[in-house]
C-alpha cells in the first residue's frame, strides 16, 4: 500500500513538469484515480462493485496514458520519460496488489493442513490413551495452539480484514493531500 501511494505521489510530481494543458488534466485525473484505488481494496475481489472499480481505474490508466503519450509527441524530454516511467510503475503496482488480492492459500494446501492437523491430535490422544496419562498439555494446550495457527494463517489468507490487514492510511493520506493541492489551485 505504502509503495503504491508513493508511486502515485511521485507520478503526481514529475507530471506538474509537463507542458499544459497536459501537467493539468494528468494531476485531475491521478486525483480521481485514487478515491478509486481505496475503494478497490475495500471491496471483494468476486462482487459487482470490485469489477465496475476496476473498469473505472483501468479508464483512468488510459486516459492518463493517452496524456503522456501527446505530451512526449509534443516535447519528447527526459522529464517526459521520467513521468512515464512512474506512471508505468504506477500501473504497475496496481496489477500487482490485484494479483495478491486473487492468490489465496490453495484448497489443496487447506486440506493438508486439517489432515495434518487431525493426524496429529489423534496420535497425541492415542498416545495419551495408551499410556493411561492426560496431561493438560495434551488436552487443552496443543489443540489451543493448532487452533491459532490456523486462525492466524487464514487471517494472514484475507489481509483486508481480521487482525492482520492492510493499512490504507497511506492512500486515505495521499488522497487527502491531493485535494487539498487541488483547493489551493483552484481560486
Known amino acids: 500500500m505504502v509503495e503504491e501511494a508513493n508511486s502515485i505521489v511521485t507520478t503526481a510530481r514529475r507530471a506538474q513538469l509537463l507542458p499544459e494543458p497536459h501537467a493539468a488534466s494528468v494531476v485531475q485525473l491521478l486525483r480521481e484515480y485514487v478515491p478509486i484505488r481505496i475503494e478497490a481494496h475495500r471491496e ?5 462493485q470490485f469489477a465496475t472499480t476496476r473498469k473505472r481505474s483501468a479508464d483512468l490508466q488510459d486516459r492518463m496514458w493517452a496524456e503522456a503519450v ?11 520519460a521520467s513521468f512515464i516511467a512512474s506512471l508505468n510503475e504506477t500501473i504497475d503496482l496496481e496489477a500487482t496488489r490485484i494479483a495478491a488480492k486473487r492468490n489465496h492459500v490453495p484448497g489443496a494446501v487447506w486440506l493438508l493442513l486439517l489432515c495434518v492437523t ?4 489423534w496420535l497425541v490422544s492415542y498416545q495419551a490413551g495408551t499410556s493411561g496419562r492426560h496431561s493438560i498439555l495434551e488436552r487443552f494446550v496443543f489443540p489451543i495452539l493448532i487452533a491459532i495457527v490456523i486462525a492466524i494463517i487464514t487471517d494472514i489468507d484475507t489481509p483486508r480484514a481480521g487482525l492482520i490487514s492492510l493499512d490504507e492510511r497511506p492512500l486515505l493520506e495521499l488522497n487527502e493531500t491531493l485535494s487539498r493541492a487541488s483547493a489551493k489551485a483552484t481560486p
Do not use: K, Y
Open 118 to 121: 487431525g493426524c496429529g491430535l
Open 70 to 80: 501527446a505530451a512526449a509527441a509534443e516535447r519528447p524530454s527526459p522529464i517526459t
Open 44 to 48: 471483494g475481489q468476486f462482487s459487482d
